[in-house]
């Protein structure tokens, strides 16, 4: 987000309005978040980050909604976060909107048979794996072995492990948070399953890491492609670089994006600046939409739509895979 | 069945080794250390640490993580515990202010490591251990090397410690001074010596099972300790308080019924069984499967 305030401003973008981002650390907890969300909405902010947790984000909105600050949230893509009210905007693409395209691969690989593990405390994850799959499978014609949640906090995914050798699917879906793809991939591959493993955006370069090669060949459906050659795409990962030594997340593209529509909102406020100017302003950028990190943003009911792309891991890097 | 039984081993030697020290520093310090899974997710810390930049190889890494988690202990004790236990008044108030200054401390250690690490999970690389699967039986079984590691290491240990406890000198002096601190003093026991030792192996059993886990777990993150608290609470209620045994067998039963819901039964209730074991063994047997008996003069 720092890294898009620099760019507007080196830009000139805003012409001599600047944008100041104060962080607040709402400690994980839906209470810390609703009490930061309040706090923001009393003071003088114009504009609220929203927290990327949908447990927090969804209990936030429609504090925001009712205090007509704008918010814009990244992340959390549980169902329930953009309000109908108008002020709140989300820049990431709900993963329902891109599992159709995880679904087809694994038709074109030829699987007939699926079981789901999923982190059943979370909201995101749990949803994809017990509401957005199974009608997806269904039309693929693909059948659910069987689907198994944990709590999040497990530590020892081999009873799990074994229960899907034990099935022995042609793929199975792995749906969690970042601490869990790797001891789930471990877990399964230990247990002998050779067949495909299929994940969300918790599979990433840094959560595949501690598989390494056992993590090999597994895909994912993600918003973000650090290796597209779409020209705001391709600059916002060189500036990420150099600015951080490392390459970005989707979690930085979505942030980054999430600024460039506050940035777009604000050039298309007319009149007096006020909160509900500025309201009208982003509903204004949305509507146009933009090209940002994430590609060609496009918003509806000033929500991101995305088809997403797929994504494997070698062992130790990140590939795109080619559309076919 | 017999993959099931080598799971739900694998996942009671985590218990039971999450578990003693735990037990260990309730039974005789009458504290509830709700900073034991800071000090476990230390001693797993210190691993990467040493094992991601050192290269240093578990026979390294393992005495390095027990001996600075044993003292990281020790200090807390020293600055901190003893001196609640000095000023409170009564047993209660010192259980009640050490359990509420535990939270401090864990707040404290897990916040210098999520700012090191900047809240990413970090993992102890294969060149400190390189976990390999083992198949037995055709493919009947598979268990990993440091799964039957860790198996092998929390039997050894409870039977050692167990044995440490019954029939050692400093293992009578501990248990004499779980009941009853005063009297161990008149009669020439150094009360803090004591408690000064029994933090540092508790400690340095909590770096252990952090390095071992660590390892099985395949990531170090700031937060792996809390979930585990909550399992060898229940560890240790159901197999008694104070009691090794109990602490082991606690920990087999909970992670054998817990696979047991896993593999046939509803998965999303394998936590529910950790606290409805707690309710059923504190209805039939309110001190635990293992509970020792003490007798106290009016």
Not at chain 1, 6 to 27: N, R, V
Not at chain 1, 219 to 233: I, L, R, Y
Not at chain 1, 250 to 268: C, N
Request: hydrophobic share 50%; aromatic share 10%; charged share 10%.
């Amino acid at each position: 987000m720092n890294l898009a305030v620099k760019a507007i401003e080196a830009s000139h973008m805003l012409g001599s309005t600047k944008i100041q981002i104060t962080y607040k650390d709402t400690q994980t907890t839906q209470a810390m978040a609703v009490s930061e969300a309040s706090a923001a909405a009393d003071s003088n902010t114009d504009a609220i980050f929203g927290p990327v947790l949908s447990t927090e984000a969804v209990a936030v909105a429609p504090i925001v909604e009712s205090a007509k600050i704008p918010t814009i949230f990244t992340q959390a893509g549980g169902p329930g976060v953009v309000t109908p009210g108008g002020y709140v905007f989300r820049v990431t693409a709900p993963q329902s909107e891109y599992q159709p395209k995880m679904v087809a691969y694994l038709k074109s690989k030829g699987v007939k048979t699926v079981t789901m593990l999923f982190d059943a405390t979370v909201p995101t994850t749990a949803g994809i794996a017990q509401t957005t799959l199974p009608p997806l499978f269904k039309t693929a014609g693909i059948t659910i072995k069987g689907s198994y949640g944990w709590s999040e906090g497990t530590s020892d995914f081999s009873s799990y492990a074994t229960k899907v050798a034990a099935e022995n699917p042609d793929a199975v879906g792995v749906e969690g948070i970042t601490t869990e793809p790797s001891p789930v991939i471990i877990a399964l591959r230990n247990a002998g399953y050779k067949g495909i493993i299929f994940g969300g955006t918790s599979f990433q370069a840094f959560t595949l890491k501690a598989a390494g090669q056992q993590a090999k060949g597994v895909v994912w459906a993600t918003d973000f492609d650090q290796n597209s050659t779409f020209p705001q795409t391709a600059a916002f990962v060189k500036a990420y670089e150099a600015a951080y030594g490392g390459a970005p997340l989707d979690y930085a593209a979505e942030g980054y994006d999430a600024v460039y529509l506050l940035a777009y909102g604000l050039k298309d406020v007319t009149g007096t600046f006020s909160r509900t100017a500025l309201q009208a302003g982003l509903a204004e950028a949305a509507k146009t939409g933009f090209s940002g990190a994430l590609g060609m943003d496009v918003f509806v009911n000033q929500d991101l739509t995305e088809t997403g792309y797929l994504q494997t891991y070698t062992g130790s890097a990140v590939e795109t895979v080619p559309s076919s | 069945m017999i993959q099931v039984i080598a799971d739900s081993l694998s996942l009671g030697s985590v218990y039971v080794l999450f578990s003693l020290g735990l037990s260990l520093s309730w039974s005789v310090l009458g504290l509830l250390n709700l900073a034991y899974g800071a000090q476990f997710m230390l001693g797993a810390y210190f691993a990467y640490l040493f094992g991601e930049h050192v290269h240093a190889s578990l026979l390294v890494v393992l005495p390095v993580a027990v001996v600075a988690v044993a003292a990281t202990s020790v200090i807390a004790d020293y600055f901190v515990f003893r001196w609640l236990r000095i000023r409170a008044g009564t047993p209660v108030e010192s259980e009640l202010a050490m359990l509420v200054a535990s939270i401090g401390l864990a707040a404290v250690a897990e916040t210098i490591v999520q700012n090191a690490t900047d809240g990413n999970s970090e993992f102890i690389p294969s060149s400190t251990y390189k976990v390999r699967t083992l198949g037995f039986g055709g493919s009947t079984l598979h268990i990993t090397n440091i799964q039957l590691l860790m198996t092998v290491v929390a039997i050894v240990l409870t039977i050692a410690f167990a044995a440490f406890v019954k029939w050692t000198r400093f293992g009578r002096a501990m248990r004499a001074a779980a009941v009853d601190p005063a009297t161990c003093e008149l009669l020439g026991v150094n009360a803090n010596r004591l408690f000064s030792v029994t933090m540092a192996i508790s400690g340095g059993m909590a770096g252990l099972a952090g390095v071992l886990l660590g390892i099985d777990l395949t990531n170090v993150q700031f937060q792996m300790g809390d979930p585990l608290v909550t399992k060898a609470f229940a560890v240790i209620i159901i197999g008694g308080v104070g009691s090794i045994a109990g602490a082991a067998v606690g920990g087999y039963l909970l992670a054998f019924a817990e696979t047991l819901v896993v593999v046939y039964g509803p998965s999303t209730y394998q936590d529910a069984i950790s606290f409805a074991l707690i309710i059923i063994v504190l209805l039939v047997r309110p001190t635990g499967l293992f509970a020792q008996r003490r007798w106290q003069r009016s």
